[in-house]
Structures are given as C-alpha cells and as structure tokens.
C-alpha cells in the first residue's frame, strides 16, 4: 500500500487551485521508519508527504484544534479514521463544505513490531466511508466479528477479570493521552479534568483511574471506531481496545447491529432507540 | 494551620471578604506577613487557592482574604462556607512591596475590582505609619459601582484627610457623585500624578494594567518606580509544581510583587 | 575520586542481584503489558535488570510517585483535624537496579529543585535511602542523545553502583559514590577486585557505546542560540502536530509539576499530589478566565524552553538529559531533538 | 457503618473479604422525578416499609443519568446503585427512558466485564402509584448487595 505520488499529486493541485489552506497527511520522521502527521499550509511543502502502511495515526484528531478551525482543510482518511470523521460531521464538528477528504481503500496498517495491526485484522470497513476522491480499489464491508480478547476474557471468571482490570487500572498514570489522542473527545470541557469537572478530582490513584477511564469508555460508546488512537498514545501501553470492544460488542449484538459511523447522518447507538430493545435486566 | 472564619462581608454581588482567626491563640503571635504577600487558603474537600491577604500586619488578631467566585474552588468557598467553619492556612509566602524604597516616597495607588485587595494591605500598612511617607493617593475604579469592594473602607479613607481619594466607574450610573471613565483615562486627566519622588503601585484586571502601565509612561515614569504584583495560577507556593514559572522566574518565590522595569525582562507570558 | 572497582562474571552478576533482593527491599524493572515501569520485587525472576533501553516509565516514580498523600483530614462537630499521612511506602532504606544512567542524571537534575528553598523533605528521604545500580548501556537506541548534554556519562556520579558488562561475560562493578562504596563492602559476595585492566576495559566499552549515537548536538551552542529564541516562529510550526496528550512529560525522568487535588467522602479527606504537564491547556489557566499559556505553541515553547534555558539559568543543570523517553511515548513521534534544533535554525525576522 | 472511608477513596473492590459484622450497604438510589420519586413517595405515604440503606437523588428523568453517576457513586461511597425511571411509554418526556434503557445495558454490561458483579448496579421501572413495588425493589437490592457484601478494602494504593 503505496499511495505517496498519488497524495503529493492531489495535495499539490489543491493548493495550486487555492482550494485549500491546510493539508494534514504523514511525513517521514527522519530519524526512524516511522511517520509524523504533517499540516502542510503552503505548496512548496508538499513533497514532504508520503503514505505506506506506516501511516497509522488518525489524522482526524486534529480537526479538533484551533489551527484547522473555519478554515478549508484537505486531509487523507483510511477506512476507520473515515467514520470518525463521519460522526464529527454528523456532530456537527466539522463543517462538510470546508473539506475535502482523500479517501483511502486500506489494507491495512502495520503496529511497532510490522505486523499488520490487530484492529486491522478485525475491520469491518477497509475503505473510506466519506470521501471526495478515493484511492485504491475498495474491497467492500466485512462481516462483524467479535475480538479474540473479548471472547478469552469472556469465558473467565469474574474475579479474574477483576484482577485483570485492576491492574490495568493501577498502571493507569492519569495523562490523559487517551482522551486527548481521540477525535471524538473533542469537548472543551472534559468531564475527568480535574480543573474543569466538578465531580473529578484529580489524584493518580486506581479509583481515579477505574473512574476515568470507565467513564470515557462510556462516553464513547457507540461511537468509537476502533482506530486505536488511545492504545498507540499511552505510555503504559494499557489494553485499552478492551472497554471499548465490550462496549461496541455490546451495542452491536443488542441495538440492531449497529456500527459506529458507518452511514452518513447516523449519529450513533445513543441517540436512537428501538421499542424492542432488551428489557430484561430491569426490575 | 487552621483557621476559624470570624467575619463574612459581601462585599460585592460576587466577592467576599473572609475575616480569618487562628483557631490556637499562640498562632495568632507567630503569624507574621508583611503587604503583598499571600496565602494559600484551603478548603478542604474541595481544594487550595491562592489569596493575598488583603490587611495590613499593623492590624494584629485577624487577617482579611478577599475572595472573588470565579472558579470552582472560590465557588464551593462561597457556597459552603459560614462564619465559625474552619479553613486551612498555609503561609505566608512570596515576596512583599520593597517598603524600604517606599520610605519618604508620595505613594499613587491605582487599583482596578478586586485589584484593590494586595493594595489594601499596604495601604492599611501606610495609613498606619503614616509619617513615613510624603502625598498619599489613591485611585480606584470599578465596572459599576457594586463592584467597588471595601465599600465602608473607601468612605473610611474618603474622609480621611491626609490621603487623596479618587474613585471611578466605568459607566455612569444615576446616583454616582465621582468619576467616570476608566482607570488610566482619570489617571490622565483628573490626577496628573507628580513624576518627581512618586512610587506607583497598581493592581487590577490584566487589560486595565496593560493600559495604565501605557499612561503612566505617558505620564513620564520610569519602570522601576511603578510596582505590581502579578496573579499566576499557583498550587504549592514553594517553588516546586512549577505551575507560576514565567522564564525562569518562579512568580510564588521572586514575586509576586514585581517592579515594571523587572517585568520588562521576563518572557511575556502573564 | 578514589573508585572501588570489583569484577565478576555474568553468574556472578546474577548472584550478586539474587543476594541483594533477598537481603533488601528491591525495586527492579518489570515488564507489563510490554512497558517496564518499576515495581518492588520478590525474585529475579519477575524482573529485569538489565531491561532493554526504552524503559518507558521512568524511575522518578519512585521518588515523586505519580499519586502521594500529602495529608489527611477529619472534620467533626468539634473542629477540623489535620494528621500526616500514614508511613510513607517508600522512605524506607531500599535498592533500585536496573537504573539507566539517563534516568539516574534525571534523579540528579531534579535534588536542585527539590533542594532550593523550601527542602521536601519526603523528597530527600527517598533519595536518601536508596541505593541506585545502574548497568550501562551497551547500545544506544534511535532517540538517545544523552552523551551530547552538559554531563559526562562515563563518570557519572549520580547512580551509587555503576554495572559494566564489558564482553565475554566479564563484569565490573564501580562504587560511584560514598553509599555505593560502603554498600559494595558490605555485599561484595561473589565479587573481587578488579585488576589493572579494568579500566582500560570499562573506558572500551564506553567508547564502543558512544560510537552508536545517530544523535548528536552541540550543546553550548543549543543552549546560548536558544536564549534568544523566545519568539521564534518556529515553535508554531513544530508544535502544530501535537496532540496536547501530556503523555511527554508524564515519562519524562525529569519533569517534575504536580497537581494538588482533594478527595473527600463526608467529613474525611486526602490531599493529593499528583503528576500534571505543562503542555495541558488548564495548566495555567487562572480562575478569572486569563490564560498565559492559551495556544499549543505557546505551551510547547514553555516546554522545551524549560527543558534546555530556564533551568540552566536557575539552577546551573539542564533539564533534559537526552533520553529520548518523550519521543519513544510520543503518539505522533515528535522528537524533542528535532524541535530544538529546528528551533535554532530557523531564521527570525 | 462506614469504617474505613478514606481507604474507600483509593480503592477498588476486592471481594470475598468479610464484611464487619455490624455492615450495613449503602445504595445510591437515581430516581426520576415524575415516577419512581413520586412512588417513594407514596412508598413513604402508605407506611410501607423498606430498607433504609438507600440515599436518593431526584433527577428529572432516567436519561439525565449519565453512566458516570453511576461510575462516580461507586468510585466513592455506594456500595450499589439503584436508577429507576417511568415505565416504558410513560415517560414525562415521552421517550427518555428508551434512550436511558440503552445506557444502562451497556453500563451494567461494561461492569460487569471489568469484574463487578450484574448485581451491584440494578435497574427498575416504578410508576407513581406502585408505592409497594418501590418497597420491594429496594428490599430486593439491598438483599442482593448484601450478599455480595462491602465494595471496598483494597489497601495496596499507589506505589
């Protein structure tokens, strides 16, 4: 997966038609193989991108910063950072008109070791969902298959799990990378801040951190698009595809199969509801 | 330390003036502070903040913290807090207005809201020792005439002869006597302060500092002679979280007391 | 400084760790979940010593944990009551290996913080009565650059006991300083004293190790351009694919703000001091709604301004000593190394 | 009843560690204003009795529960949470509670999963005039969480 020439190509007409201000796609590191999200503004920068399968982070993260505010950006989107930024649109985030999206029909990404990636291998939608030119040819949607470490856990005890969890929330060091590395946490205000929450409070401890961590996973329910932002961005490498698997596991067995950001307009699991959706757990 | 609040007075629709003792007498012997310097006023539960203390050392048994809602902290402090509830006191800390360099000097103060608090406690400290020092002036504005704080101070000082008492609001109000206009504007044109000897010490909202330190230029003061004491956001006031760092400067140990010309050299980032 | 040298091989080695976890409380490298962060430990089985590079968590946990009770407090109908906190976990008299010498320096820069002024004293306590053994590094990785900084890595001070691996198994054990030399006396089983050559060995290795740097920097140079640079334009640029996640001065061995915060059920309380970074957007946002620090490139020139001017200038150390632990956490991989320099090149207009 | 608050605050549930043998749970019970209020109100009205181990909150309606009241409650003091809301088609604001029951599936489930008993976070609909029904959905959870005994007691903290 090889899109380099085809990327400078369009980044390059765009500037040259003054269609956009900023272009956000990857650049080589310099110092490893890895890549560095890049925001291009002028046009004799555009050699700089490239795009492999080492281009992993989600580059709609940034959409949510005041650089790219009100103004008309250009950006490169695989399969799953499409639907983030199919539910940013649709949370009205961003403003379609001011976009324009590279889409890519994704093979798949490669993690630190260069094995393809495991949210890769369980994706459900390789190509870009949203787009306005699309690269590569598109291989269609997948089925839905529940991950291999939710079903393992699953089949555990519940004290297990609890020893489980319990350690990953006591390595758990409260940076916050996981919220801020996330498109879709795009509030001003986050609610496990300690300076803008009134119920958080800011102490590194493991409650804080089951708390925390609990009640962002919520929050993305129904929403999140596995991209692994959060995963890639935390320093004590936490597991933290876990909660938000259960979760989409769990909406999606439950909810009419519902998948976050697949169609344009759906606004996600929380927002709807269905007379016949199970009413057994409650008294 | 703890302390017990002895008094509450609203000052304005959002600021109070906490009255504070300390709950062991022998503290009350020890604590010793000197204008400018602050304190950091915990209520525990909720958090620490940052106040100066708002009276002068020359006043013995009590220390007054002027508190403004803004945040979530001062919020629960208004909210939860009555007269007789405990609070805890660390302090005091940073430095203090250089009353050596004052000595002999006329002082202007020119204070802005809430502004007025780290000014108060000099003042009370120069009312008090009043031979020390040459014309006394002071100028105070608010946005409306609620918000002038230490309302029965200000008559208090008003009436008081040896000093020079100016008061502003920024819009005119039906039942307003005194000036109107903002700060720097009376500054110019009502109190056409003498360059010569004078010790300008201000303190308010960051946009009204910036254009009073603009006039007072105008005017024909030098840096050093005009004082300020700079408002960072604090946690530990011992010189380690490294919250208050402007440049190498720590704001909670070097300040927050700061001459203009000491400004002037700092990285701007206030 | 008269060194005490001793040497073994890598058995002995191994002994001389498995007799130092059994006679000592021991913090060791432990790996989870493919990160190693330091943890007390039991055997020599469930720890590393000699840990690969990128260690991720660095050892200034253990001396500033990321979450420490500051007080406790009980308020009742008679009044408000303060108590210190229960015993502190980690004052008593420990030993820490596996150390880097990078994380050791950090240690170092950090006592001149910690040491002006007001002493904390729970600070002082830990390092105190901690032993640090540090094996050097044989290989330098990507983003190492601590032998280009204002410290000398070969004799470095900072660890107690530095641990050299010298090839063929051989060993050398260098008291650094006074406690190590008295801790090396008192547990020198296995161990004897280095011969003549020792020295000539341990100064190979070191050169074979300095010769695998790929980062390299003048650092006076870095240092005095960098004064002057305060308004460069080139931090807006550098800093324009950050995602502000903090995760940089979380592992960072030598960031050191703290948050204080209360946790409080009905009347009984905790104060907390817990880690915080400067890059956060409520770092220094005031109550009034004033911010100094309101835009990224401003936090980032705070940053790596604090990291290589403002530090220097107060207390006479760098702040970062070149471990490249930011860059390897980094989300979007941007290096502290290519900012400064960028930042230093690049012209003003 | 509350031994050891603050060891509470920095911790996590550790079962199977016995309960003080005068341990009492304490729920925290989440009602809608326009239903489950109104029936512990009629509850209390009628003299019908019931555990006093729940702390109610009012709330305008089962959807203005945000899962992290629930996360919250249990971080700190609850040893179970009870949200109840408006039957199904009765709600003041004609659907909040279809949106609130999808929450609390994927709340309980999430729990669940990280190793906290079905159990400790329960959910029921009450109408204003099933005063008796309240009484026994109360009775019934503070049995539940009674035997699975206090959410606390794990000392190992931070270091």
Redesign the interface.
Known sequence: MDYTKQIKEIAGKLFSEEKIDVFIGYRNSGFDENQVPVLIHHYQDVDQLVFTEKSVFNLTNYLKYEHTRNKRVGLVVKGCDSRALNLMLTENQVKRENLYIVGIACEGVVDEAGQKAQNCLECVMPDSVVFDEMLGTPSGKREYQVNADIRE??GKE?????????EV??NCIRCNACRHSCPLCYCDKC?IDQETST??HG??????A??AL??W???L??RCVDCRNCEKACPSHLPLH??HK??EK??YE??QEHQAGMIEGDRG???K???S???D??? | MICTIDKIIQETPDIRTYRLKFREESLTEQFNWMPGQFVEFSLLGSGECTFCIASSATRKGAFDCSIKRAGIVTADIHRDLDEGDEVGIRGPYGNWFPLKDLKGKNLLFVGGGIGLAPLRSLIQYAIDNRSDYADFTILYGARTSADLCYKEELEEWKNNESLQMILTIDKPEDTWKEHVGVVPKILEEVVKPKVENTKVITCGPPIMIKYTLMSLDKLGFAPKDVITTLEMKMQCGLGKCGRCNIGSTYVCKDGPVFTYEELNTLPDEF | MNLTTYSTDSAGLQAFYEAIINAHETYAPVEKFGKYDFK?VDSLAGCDPDSPIPQTMSVKSLFF????KVM?YTATSEGTELSDTTED??AGKRVVLGVKHCDARGLQVLDAVYKWDYIDTDYEKRRENTILISPRCDQAVTHCFCTSLDYDVENLDAMDVAVIHVGDGKVYLQARTEKGKNFLKENNKGLSAANGAAKEEMKKQYDKFAGSFRLSMDYKEINEKMQDKFDSPAFEEVSSNCVSCNTCAFVCPTCHCFKISD?K??D???RYKSYDSCNNVYFTLMAGGHNPRPVKYRRWRQRSMHKFVYYKERFGVNLCIGCGKCTISCPVNISIFEVVNKVVNTMQE | M?TE??E??????K??LEAPPDWQPVIMGILCNWCSYAGSDLTGTSRIQYPPNIRIIRIPCSSRV???FI??SL???ADGVLVSGCH?GDCHYI?GN??A??????????????????DRV????VSAAEGQKFAN?VA?VTEDIKKLGPLRL?K????
Not at chain 1, 158 to 166: I, P
Not at chain 4, 8 to 13: P, R
Request: aromatic share 16%; with cysteine; glycine share 2%.
């Open positions: 856990l699953d519940l004290t297990e799990r609890l020893t489980y969890f319990e929330f006591e609610c119920l958080y102490a590194n401890t493991t409650s804080s089951f708390h609990m009640t996973s919520l929050h329910a129904g876990l909660l259960q979760n769990v909406v439950n909810f699991a929380f927002y509801y269905s007379m959706d199970p009413d757990f409650i008294m | 007390k944990p990321k979450s420490a406790k976990p980690l946790e059920i009905r009984k309380g905790v | 509350e608050v603050i509470k605050i920095v911790s996590i549930e079962p199977h945000d899962p992290w996360i919250k971080q700190t003091t199904p659907s279809y949106y029951r999808r929450r609390f599936l994927v709340t309980k489930k999430l729990l669940n999963f990280v190793g906290y008993h079905e329960q959910f029921s609909w959905v019934k794990y190992k903290e931070n270091s």
